[in-house]
């Protein structure tokens, strides 16, 4: 019943179902991030300490007017949590019973990031030697299912999920006054470039299932379900501020002050952006089971998705900037008072531009609210028919063939700034694509199994992907490429076929251990990569990089009982997982000229590895698990690691985007005390490893000024920091 959508692989969710006598359960945690503690902490203004915004009702144009850009004061930096949960099962008659299982929980995280961060495509842009962001993150989730058995063979069940996740970010980029913008106009050194970033992401999720299973006669079953889900992903009233001269607020000299920076308008500027999904999903299974080494699955499932965006932006149009020093960088709310907008002409101190005028109404760009700066809407529609027999056709071989034929449409329609004069602003995908799979299971023996599977899959385009639409951040921008999807005359590949291989052999020693060895394979046509341009913006584009990459591997698993107990369960048990992927890809020129709305190249380069693939990942862990009367303790180390991997291709003769490997450890000890307490210590991100981003082979010397200290054997470090450990110790009850 998966969707043909596999290359990123799918997650089923089956929500808890309670059964047993009812019981409560309530736990509560503290913590803190080593980085955080100790920090003047801020946050930005208008949001709540659990991760909500209340302003989501009011005009963009209105909020500036009457809110101000500065962050605020934060609570101490301490990092909390708390869940409650509880069941009950009512029992109707012999067969029938009727279960309620309900759960809220709340966490948050403090975390203190201090490092580097550059824009260098093929030169440096701007440079900021010492960003400090205060990073704070909130997990709201509740959930409620009820469900009721008829009788043995028919039950229904209702399961509602919420979830808001939520991430505020307060940067200050280049607080040590030695930032650096290749625009600036200062002449005052290297010019004390400076940027102020206030953001506040916010993510709420509403999933409601209705689910049906079934038992007739003569070996019948029917599964269905339907869904309707509802996706709101906002960032409201990011503030973006600019100075130049910095260090001249570092000086204690009142004679000497900053001053703004305003290459264009929006490099002061206010950002609002909303996107909100609506997906209505369903399936029906039919099973039938023909006799004991027949059984056969046949069914529909399908989905119907629509996604909405918006943004706004309005930027501050200084009048005078020299006349306007900044006395205190801790203090622009009363700069950017509404009192000092320059209405009537001549009588304030800045205006708020835009790009576009309201809807009908052609009466400047200035001083006005505007419909919106862009816009898209994108539209995904799959239905599926499928079929699969399971086949034991003896003790030893099982086979599981499969067929699939899934009716692909998907489109986008976009208004954006800036559009390419012969893009029309709409694609429009079809496709009718079949997919047939297998899978085969030989038993070796009693405690081994051979397996070897082929499927054929399909990867299709996310919105983000396919909309014309350019997110800008302070280093990076990053933009979506209508043209995967189609080129505007309709021809040109819509999805990438995707061929999937892979042979396992598994051993079962002893109960709960295992040792594993497989070998897999892709093939992949058309596939998509993010690309950096070679151009002034430095834009990352979504191109179909090439006609095919190839994917070979192997991984190793190993769960191993080193101690066990009387009763023959693991108290000392380790295991761990290890793959190698070895990728390549051909890469291949896209020229504007053969009709594509956005075009690159590689220069002399023919093959590269696939974004976002890691050649090597690392998993392990370590569990003690001893018993003392009725002390249960459980301790819990866990490694994971993954290797180098391209974050974005570098256009022309630009080196790659690189996100350095990254090294994890946590540890986690549980202590149970009888049948009701539970008191848990965490320590997590034990080796606290560099965060880095890093652009390779640059050809720029280890010397040179505009980039000493960032660069490596010609490799320039583009954003680097450290998360810090997470320390945390949770106490929980059960009633």
């Not at 940067?171 to 970033?197: A, E």
């Not at 079929?387 to 086979?399: F, H, I, P, R």
Request: charged share 20%; no cysteine; proline share 4%.
């Amino acid at each position: 019943m998966f969707y043909g959508d596999f290359s990123a692989g799918n997650v089923n969710i089956d929500s808890k179902e309670y059964t047993g006598d009812g019981y409560l359960e309530v736990s509560l945690g503290s913590g803190f991030n080593t980085n955080a503690a100790g920090t003047d902490f801020v946050t930005s203004e208008g949001t709540s300490f659990f991760g909500f915004y209340n302003r989501y009702d009011n005009d963009p144009f209105a909020i500036i007017l009457s809110h101000g850009v500065d962050p605020e004061a934060a609570s101490d930096p301490t990092n909390i949590s708390g869940t409650i949960e509880g069941g009950y099962s009512l029992t109707l008659n012999e067969n029938s019973r009727l279960s309620f299982f309900g759960m809220a929980s709340f966490s948050n995280g403090y975390e203190f990031l201090e490092g580097p961060a550059l824009d260098f495509t093929n030169d440096i842009k701007v440079r900021f030697p010492l960003v400090n962001e205060y990073s704070y993150g909130t997990t709201t989730t509740a959930m409620g299912n009820v469900s009721y058995r008829i009788n043995k063979d028919h039950k229904v069940k209702f399961t509602s999920l919420f979830v808001n996740s939520a991430r505020d970010a307060v940067g200050y980029y280049g607080i040590g006054g030695n930032g650096f913008n290749r625009d600036g106009f200062s002449n005052n050194g290297d010019g004390g470039y400076f940027q102020l970033n206030v953001q506040f992401n916010q993510d709420m999720i509403f999933v409601n299932q209705l689910n049906g299973t079934h038992l007739f006669e003569d070996d019948w079953g029917l599964d269905w379900g339907i869904g309707f889900n509802k996706v709101f992903s906002d960032e409201p009233d990011r503030k973006r501020i600019s100075l130049e001269d910095y260090q001249f607020a570092l000086d204690n000299d009142p004679n000497t002050n900053p001053i703004f920076y305003d290459n264009i308008a929006f490099d002061n500027q206010r950002f609002f952006q909303s996107i909100e999904d609506d997906e209505l999903s369903s399936f029906i299974n039919l099973s039938k089971k023909v006799s004991e080494k027949v059984a056969l699955n046949f069914g529909y499932n399908g989905r119907r998705k629509e996604r909405r965006f918006n943004n706004w932006r309005y930027g501050y149009q200084i009048a005078d900037k020299n006349a306007n020093p900044i006395t205190d960088v801790n203090n622009f709310d009363d700069f950017f008072d509404v009192s000092n907008i320059n209405i009537p002409s001549g009588t304030g101190l800045w205006d708020l531009f835009i790009v576009r005028n309201p809807q009908g109404v052609n009466i400047g760009l200035q001083n006005r609210p505007q419909l919106y700066e862009n816009t898209y809407k994108g539209n995904l529609d799959i239905h599926a028919v499928y079929a699969t027999a399971e086949l034991n056709l003896s003790d030893k071989w099982l086979l599981i063939p499969g067929f699939r034929v899934e009716s692909y449409k998907q489109g986008i329609v976009y208004d954006v700034i800036n559009p390419v004069p012969t893009d029309p602003g709409v694609r429009n995908a079809y496709e009718n694509i079949y997919l047939p799979s297998l899978n085969v299971r030989y038993a070796l023996n009693e405690d081994s199994n051979l397996r070897f599977s082929f499927s054929k899959t399909a990867s299709f385009p996310e919105f983000k992907e396919s909309a014309n639409f350019v997110y800008e951040g302070v280093v990076q921008r990053v933009g979506g490429n209508p043209d995967l999807l189609g080129k505007p005359d309709g021809t040109g590949p819509i999805f990438s076929e995707i061929f999937n291989y892979d042979l396992k052999y598994e051993w079962f020693p002893n109960r709960g251990e295992l040792i594993s060895l497989a070998a897999f394979a892709k093939t992949i046509n058309d596939p998509v990569n993010r690309v950096v341009a070679t151009d002034a913006t430095g834009n990352q584009r979504y191109f179909r990089t090439g006609e095919q990459a190839t994917v070979y591997g192997v991984e190793v698993e190993l769960r191993k009982n080193i101690i066990n107990d009387t009763n023959d369960n693991a108290v000392l048990s380790f295991g761990a997982n290890a793959a190698y992927t070895y990728t390549e890809q051909d890469l291949k020129t896209v020229s504007t000229s053969d009709g594509f709305t956005f075009g690159t190249s590689f220069a002399d380069r023919t093959t590269e590895e696939l974004e976002g693939a890691s050649p090597f990942i690392i998993n392990a862990d370590i569990n003690f698990s001893p018993e003392f009367g009725n002390y249960k303790p459980s301790a819990s180390l866990a490694y994971s690691y993954f290797s180098d991997r391209i974050y974005a291709i570098g256009s022309g003769n630009l080196g790659n985007m690189v996100e350095k490997g990254v090294p994890t450890l946590n540890f986690v000890w549980t202590n149970t005390f009888g049948e009701h307490f539970e008191a848990n210590l965490s320590a997590q991100n034990l080796l606290d490893p560099d965060i880095s981003l890093i652009r390779e082979n640059t050809g720029v010397e280890d010397n040179n000024p505009l980039v000493q200290g960032f660069v490596k054997d010609g490799n320039v470090t583009l954003r680097e920091f450290k998360r810090g450990m997470n320390i945390g110790l949770t106490l929980k009850y059960k009633f």
